[in-house]
């Protein structure tokens, strides 16, 4: 079957621009993550969804970011007024439940953002 | 302070041969382990997860260890191919499915 998908793979953006990143989780895995992974550094915890609503978004950077996943499927990640420093690789995952902690998270393979 | 540090940095080998990652972290409270193995460009793909009372799990080649007391993980990679050259991320979960903390990653070179 189809794992985690992400869209767009890679995004070039100016500094001050809107941009949406997409996330098509694993059909029927209802625990949506996303992370934000720096060169050479480990993924960074942002926003995890249990079904439709954000369970913790503790990770959030500031309020230029935010999520959705208004039908607890497809997410997507929102980046207001872009600096230089949200250059990154944004990692979403999945999950079957978040109910059990040894659930695997499954991953995408990301979208590469610059903002120039 | 939650961390999770891992070393080597980066390591180079020849194919064929053996080697091991360290993990050591101070997340508390512990609730369990997974090693995950992550190609240039692509996602981590989870390689093995340990529970507290779990103190090895085997995924093919790859073997990984606990000790839940010392808070050290390790991960053994026998007969390594070219395929292994990746990066491996230790990951450490302090209870909660969204209560992860990621280790920075050995980045493992297997040459021919």
């Known amino acids: 079957g189809a794992g985690v998908s992400q869209t767009p793979s890679n995004k070039v953006t100016e500094k001050g621009k809107y941009v949406e990143l997409r996330c098509d989780p694993i059909?029927?895995?209802?625990?949506l993550y996303w992370y934000r992974q720096s060169l050479g550094q480990g993924p960074e915890f942002l926003i995890y969804?249990?079904?439709?609503?954000?369970?913790?978004d503790s990770g959030l950077p500031n309020d230029r970011f935010f999520a959705v996943r208004p039908e607890g499927s497809v997410s997507t990640l929102k980046i207001q007024r872009t600096e230089r420093g949200d250059s990154a690789v944004y990692l979403c995952?999945?999950?079957?439940?978040?109910?059990?902690?040894?659930?695997?998270?499954?991953f995408g393979p990301g979208t590469r953002l610059t903002v120039l | 302070k939650n961390q999770v540090e891992q070393s080597p940095q980066s390591l180079i080998i020849l194919e064929g041969k053996n080697c091991t990652l360290q993990?050591?972290?101070?997340?508390?409270?512990?609730?369990?382990l997974r090693w995950y193995k992550q190609d240039t460009g692509r996602g981590p793909v989870s390689l093995t997860i340990?529970?507290?009372?779990?103190n090895t799990k085997s995924n093919g080649r790859y073997t990984a260890t606990l000790d839940a007391d010392t808070k050290q993980s390790s991960l053994h990679i026998t007969a390594s191919q070219l395929s292994d050259s990746a990066s491996y991320i230790c990951?450490?979960?302090?209870?909660?499915?969204?209560?992860?903390?990621f280790g920075t990653g050995t980045r493992l070179t297997v040459i021919p």
């Open positions: 969804f249990q079904g439709t609503g954000a369970a913790d």
């Open positions: 340990m529970t507290f009372s779990e």
């Open positions: 993990c050591n972290y101070t997340v508390s409270p512990f609730s369990n």
């Open positions: 059909s029927g895995h209802t625990a």
């Open positions: 995952a999945s999950s079957l439940t978040s109910g059990r902690e040894t659930d695997t998270q499954y």
């Open positions: 990951v450490v979960s302090g209870g909660g499915a969204n209560n992860l903390f």
